[in-house]
T-cell receptor, first 112, second 110 residues
């Protein structure tokens, strides 16, 4: 069966510090991978998605970036965090031809 | 682009039936999803509609009318554990992404 992992579960970072969140998927090959952010009072906002290694599409301009160094690894990064980057970050995966998405447990980020 | 509207909050009593509506205006449509999200947790998949009509899965059913840009999620025999946020999401024609509504917070009371 497939499983998706995210870490860390919670993170408190000062403004201006760097960020690295990691997501890995097990039990499937060549998944589509997604990064979402859910801020208080707002819906799930798609940040990045990837259909293969090294292929990243960005949905919104921001100070975040994403990378996919391996087939089942997706990383969300920032060089300098802003207060507005606080939120619940969710990684998700789907198989190539069926877009039902399965979500990881999420990382709750607080930027102070 | 996609625009998805859902009520912000709903309340219902245990054992009752509740219908959560979702309307969408999209530049392209290739399916509608419903997810359940308990507070502090990740969303979990509930249902998927791509053709008009009703899809039933246990206590939960989902309906789609593509011509009206409308869907609803029907929850029967409500239980306290059904208290959660319910997210409507639309898939675009490119098969790559989902656009989510802001979710409907459902509170089930005894």
């Amino acid at each position: 069966s497939q499983t998706i992992h995210q870490w860390p579960a919670t993170l408190v970072q000062p403004v201006g510090s760097p960020l690295s969140l990691e997501c890995t998927v097990e039990g499937t090959s060549n998944p589509n991978l997604y990064w979402y952010r859910q801020a208080a009072g707002r819906g799930l906002q798609l940040l990045f998605y990837s259909v293969g290694i090294g292929q990243i599409s960005s949905e919104v301009p921001q100070n975040l970036s994403a990378s996919r160094p391996q087939d089942r690894q997706f990383i969300l990064s920032s060089k300098k965090l802003l207060l507005s980057d606080s939120g619940f970050y969710l990684c998700a995966w789907s198989v190539e031809v069926d877009n039902e998405q399965f979500f990881g447990p999420g990382t709750r980020l607080t930027v102070l | 682009g996609q625009n998805i509207d859902q009520p912000t909050e709903m309340t219902a009593t245990e054992g009752a039936i509740v219908q959560i509506n979702c309307t969408y205006q999209t530049s392209g449509f290739n399916g509608l999803f419903w997810y359940q999200q308990h507070a502090g947790e990740a969303p979990t998949f509930l249902s998927y509609n791509v053709l008009d009509g009703l899809e039933e899965k246990g206590r939960f059913s989902s309906f789609l009318s593509r011509s009206k840009g409308y869907s609803y999620l029907l929850l029967k025999e409500l239980q306290m554990k059904d208290s959660a946020s319910y997210l409507c999401a639309v898939r675009d024609l490119g098969y790559s992404t989902l656009t989510f509504g802001k979710g409907t917070m459902l509170l089930v009371s005894p």
